[in-house]
C-alpha cells in the first residue's frame, strides 16, 4: 500500500496529458470544485477520508496534503468531517501521478488551478512540455557526471 504521494506510480502515459483530469471534472469542463460546497449530511455515496484513502491506497495524511494544498475540495457534513465523491479517487489518482512524474507541489497545484479554467488545455502542456525539458536538462547533467565518474574509477582502478 502506498503511504504517501511520492511513491505514486510514474508511468508517463496520463501523467503528461491533462485530458487524464476529465474524471475530476464538476462542471464542464473544466472544474475540481464539486464538492467544495457545506454538506450538512453524508450525500449517498460520499466517502470518508479513511474510505477513500483506502480505494486510493494512499494514506490518510496524503488527502489532507491535497486539500491543503487546494487539490482536492472535499465538502463536509454536519459535525466536520471530511466528506468525498467516488469520482475524487480518479483526482488522488492524476494527483499522484503527477508526484510520480517528478511534479513538485507548486507545479502540481498550477496545473489543477489551471484546469479549472476554459481553453487551459494548451497552457497546461505548456507548463508539462517546460518541467520536460528541465528534467531531461537534469538527466543529462547526470549522465555527463556518470561518465566523468566512470572515466575517473577506471583510471584508478588501471592504476592499482
Known sequence: MRSNASTATSSGDAAASPRALSS???????????TAEWNHGSAPGS???SELAHRCQVSTRSLRYYEEQGLLLPSRNAVGHRRYQAKDADCVEFIQRLYGAGLPSDLIRTVVQEWKLPDSAPRIEALLRTRH????????????????????????????
Open 133 to 160: 525539458a528541465e528534467l531531461s536538462r537534469e538527466a543529462e547533467e547526470l549522465h555527463s557526471k556518470l561518465t566523468g565518474l566512470e572515466a575517473v574509477l577506471n583510471a584508478v582502478t588501471d592504476n592499482s
Open 47 to 49: 466517502l470518508s477520508i
Open 24 to 34: 475530476c471534472e464538476g462542471r464542464p469542463p473544466h472544474s475540481l470544485e464539486s
